[in-house]
C-alpha cells in the first residue's frame, strides 16, 4: 500500500509537470528530432578536441598530438572521459553529449526567456534557437562550444534571477556556475555583458547594488578554480584561460572582407531571423509607450550582440586576426540566444499591441496587421531553417568571402534524404503546433461557446 501510494505521488507530480510544461516539451521533441536526423559532423577544430578529450581517458590530461595540454581549458574534456568510459571512446558517442548538451541550452533559452520577457516569448525563442541551422550544426560537432554555452546560459539565468531577488546566496550559485563556464571556454565572459546590463538598468527599482563584496562574491569562486587547474594541475601560468593560442601565437590576416560578419549570421542563421529582430526592435521603439518595460530588455539584447559583434570586429580589423575571422561562426556563437530573443519577443509584443487598440481610432487597425506581420517573420524563420538543413547535407561551407570558409564535413551518413527531409517536417510542425496550442484550444472553446449560446436559442 505504502508502495502504491508513492506511486500515485510520484505519478501526480509528473503529471503536474508534464501539464506545466508540456510545450516545452514538444518544442525539446522537435529540437531533437532535427538534431538526430541531420548527421554527425567533423572539421579540424573538433578532431583536436576529441583527440584531447581522448587523452583525458588514456592519459589522464588532455594532450594533443604536439605533446602538448591543449590550449583550452580542461572541463569540457573532463565531462566527456565519463562517457567515453561508460559507452566506449568513439567520435559518436562524444557527439550524443554534445547534443545532450545542446537540447540543454534549448531548455536554458526557455528559462532566460521567461525570467525576462515571459513565458510566451522564451517559449518561441527556443524554438527558434532549437531549429536554427547554427545551434544545429553545433550540436551535431564535437567542439565544446555547446557545453560552454550550457553553463553561460545558467550562470545568466541565475544570475538575473540574484539581481532581481537581491539575493546573495543565488549570486554565488551563479559565480560557481559561471566559474565552471569559465574553465570550459574563455568565451563565456561574454554573458557578463548582460548581466552587467540587466543591473545597470535596474539600479533604481531593486536593492542589488555592484559593491566590491557583490564582486567577489561571484567572482571568487572563479579565481580558485583558475588556481586549481592552472597553476596546481597543468603548471601553467595563472591566467592561461585567457591565453588562446588565437592571440598568443596569432595568424595574420592581410585583406579581410568588409562584410565578413553579415555574411557569416545570415548564413548560420538565415535572412528571416535577423528580418524579425530587426522589426521587433523597431515596434518597441515606435510604440515605446506600450512597450516602455519591453524597450530595456530589448537594450539588453541588443547591447550583448553589439559586444560580441563589436570585439570580433576589433580582432579582424583591429589585430588583423585570421581565427576570428574565419571561425566567426563559432566566436558569435554565444550572441546567438538574444537574435532568437529579440525577435521571440514579438510573441509578447503582439498580445501588448492588440490589448492597447482603441476601438474609436481606426489608426488602430493598423495593430493587427503589425501583429500578423510580426508573426508571419517568425515562421518564415523557422521554414527557412529547414530549407538550409535540408539543402546542405553532407558538407556545409559557411563562407566569409569568396576564398575563406569554416567547413564542415559529414562524418556519419545521414538518414536516406527522403526520411531526412520528412522527419525535419515532422519536427517543424510538431514544434509549431506545441507553440500555438493554447491560442488554437482558445480560438475551439470561443467556436463552441458561440455554437453552444446559437443553439440554445
Same mark, same amino acid.
Given at each position: 500500500? =505504502? ?5 500515485e ?9 508534464l501539464?506545466?510544461?508540456f510545450? =516545452?516539451?514538444?518544442v525539446?521533441?522537435g ?6 536526423s541531420?548527421?554527425?559532423y567533423i ?12 587523452s ?12 602538448l ?8 574534456f573532463y ?23 545542446g537540447?540543454?541550452?534549448?531548455v ?16 518561441v525563442a ?6 536554427v541551422?547554427?545551434?544545429v ?7 565544446i ?8 546560459l545558467l550562470?545568466l ?32 565572459v ?11 538598468l ?5 536593492g542589488?547594488?555592484?559593491?566590491l563584496r557583490?564582486?567577489?562574491?561571484f567572482?571568487v ?16 601560468n ?13 595568424v ?6 568588409l ?25 518597441s ?16 539584447c ?9 570585439l570580433?570586429?576589433l580582432f ?14 563559432k566566436?558569435n ?17 503582439g ?5 492597447s487598440i ?6 488602430g ?10 508573426l508571419v ?5 523557422m521554414?527557412?531553417?529547414?530549407a538550409?538543413?535540408?539543402?546542405w ?11 575563406t ?29 506545441s ?23
Open positions: 500500500m =505504502l508502495l502504491l501510494g508513492s506511486f505521488v510520484e505519478w501526480k507530480s509528473f503529471r503536474d509537470l501539464g506545466a510544461h510545450q =516545452l516539451i514538444g525539446l521533441l529540437a531533437l528530432l532535427v538534431a538526430v541531420t548527421g554527425t572539421n579540424w577544430d573538433s578532431q583536436l578536441e576529441f583527440e584531447a578529450a581522448s583525458v581517458v588514456t592519459r589522464g590530461f588532455p594532450f594533443v598530438t604536439t605533446g595540454m591543449i590550449n583550452q581549458p580542461p572541463l569540457g565531462m566527456d572521459a565519463p562517457v567515453f568510459q561508460a559507452f566506449g571512446l568513439s567520435y559518436l558517442n562524444g557527439v550524443s553529449l554534445i547534443t545532450a548538451f537540447l540543454g541550452c534549448v536554458l533559452v526557455y528559462a532566460l526567456g521567461c525570467v525576462l520577457y515571459g513565458k510566451r516569448t522564451g517559449l527556443a524554438a527558434l534557437f532549437g531549429v541551422p547554427w545551434h550544426y553545433m550540436s551535431r560537432i564535437f567542439l562550444d555547446s557545453q560552454s554555452l550550457f553553463f553561460s550562470f539565468t541565475v544570475g538575473v534571477l540574484a539581481v532581481r531577488k537581491n539575493s546573495q546566496k543565488l549570486l554565488l550559485v551563479s559565480g560557481i556556475v559561471f566559474s565552471l563556464a569559465l574553465l570550459t571556454k574563455l568565451f563565456a561574454f554573458m557578463l555583458v548582460p548581466l552587467l546590463l540587466i543591473i545597470y535596474k539600479r533604481k527599482e531593486g542589488f547594488k555592484l559593491t557583490n564582486a567577489l562574491i567572482l569562486p572563479s579565481f580558485v578554480l583558475q588556481a586549481v587547474w592552472f597553476v596546481g594541475f597543468a603548471s601553467q595563472f591566467f592561461g584561460v585567457y591565453l588562446s593560442s588565437d592571440f598568443t601565437h596569432p595574420l590576416v592581410a585583406d579581410p572582407s562584410l565578413f560578419l553579415p555574411i557569416i549570421l545570415v548564413k548560420s542563421a538565415g535572412w528571416f531571423l535577423f528580418a524579425a529582430g530587426l522589426f521587433s526592435l523597431a515596434l521603439v515606435f510604440y515605446r509607450k506600450v512597450f516602455a518595460r519591453i524597450l530595456r530588455l530589448d537594450a539588453v541588443v547591447g550583448t550582440i553589439a559586444a560580441v559583434a563589436g570580433d570586429l579582424v580589423f583591429g589585430f588583423h586576426l585570421t581565427v576570428p575571422y574565419v571561425s566567426a561562426f566566436y556563437y554565444v550572441a546567438l540566444p538574444f537574435f532568437c530573443l529579440l525577435a521571440a519577443s514579438l510573441a509578447d509584443k498580445g501588448l499591441l492588440i490589448a482603441e476601438s474609436k481610432r481606426k489608426i487597425l493598423i495593430k493587427p496587421f503589425l501583429v500578423g506581420l510580426g517573420l517568425l515562421f518564415a524563420s521554414l527557412e531553417s529547414l538550409f538543413l535540408n539543402k547535407v553532407g558538407f556545409v561551407a559557411f563562407g566569409v568571402d569568396s576564398v570558409y569554416y567547413p564542415f564535413d559529414v562524418f556519419s551518413s545521414p538518414m536516406e534524404s527522403g526520411y531526412f527531409e520528412v522527419f525535419h517536417y515532422a519536427a517543424i510542425v510538431l514544434v509549431v503546433f507553440v500555438a496550442l493554447p491560442l488554437l484550444v482558445r480560438g475551439l472553446k470561443k467556436s463552441f461557446d458561440w455554437l453552444s449560446t446559437v443553439l440554445s436559442k
